[in-house]
């Protein structure tokens, strides 16, 4: 808009300022609104982070248990979360990072075995730095759409460039 809309907007502006627009003041109020929600959903968002996403997983010391689960004995974190492991990882490298760690997020620090869980626990270094949980050398995860024990809505479910899997007990 050139110098030709100069004055169209000198006098738009000069009818808000008078309120001689209407529906003016509920656009604003409502805009003001959908401004105040999107500014919550990014707080909320950034809450929920993949850095601060290992709340759900297990953090350092944490124990893991086993569940079972359709007739299955499951990995779980300390709160009863089914845990998963990727089929593009490997026993020394996590492939998921940023929205697939969002969806998918690490199990973080070094576990430790309730009772129950055999096979062998261990650790990786991330990309990031963050140490992650190993089970049987595969790193582990826990499912964002897993919101309560005995949930394995991730098993079998190809997301994020791969193939999840709920994490059996060996042996």
Request: charged share 10%; glycine share 14%; proline share 7%.
């Amino acid at each position: 808009m050139g110098s030709a809309g100069a004055p169209h907007r000198a006098n738009l502006e000069a009818r808000l300022r008078s309120g001689d627009v209407p529906g003016a003041g509920p656009g604003i109020a409502g805009l003001s609104i959908v401004a105040l929600v999107l500014l919550i959903v990014a707080a909320v968002g950034a809450e929920s982070s993949p850095s601060s996403a290992s709340s759900s997983a297990a953090g350092p010391g944490q124990v893991l248990k086993t569940a079972k689960i359709s007739g299955v004995t499951v990995i779980t974190n300390a709160k009863g979360l089914t845990l998963y492991w990727f089929a593009p990882d490997n026993a020394t490298t996590s492939t998921c990072y940023g929205s697939c760690a969002q969806y998918w997020p690490p199990v973080f620090g070094t576990p430790k075995a309730g009772p129950g869980v055999t096979g062998t626990l261990g650790t990786i270094r991330r990309s990031d730095g963050t140490t992650q949980a190993t089970y049987d050398g595969h790193p582990l995860y826990t499912y964002i759409s897993d919101s309560a024990p005995g949930q394995n809505h991730g098993n079998n479910v190809t997301l994020n460039g791969g193939l999840w899997h709920e994490v059996l007990v060996s042996g």
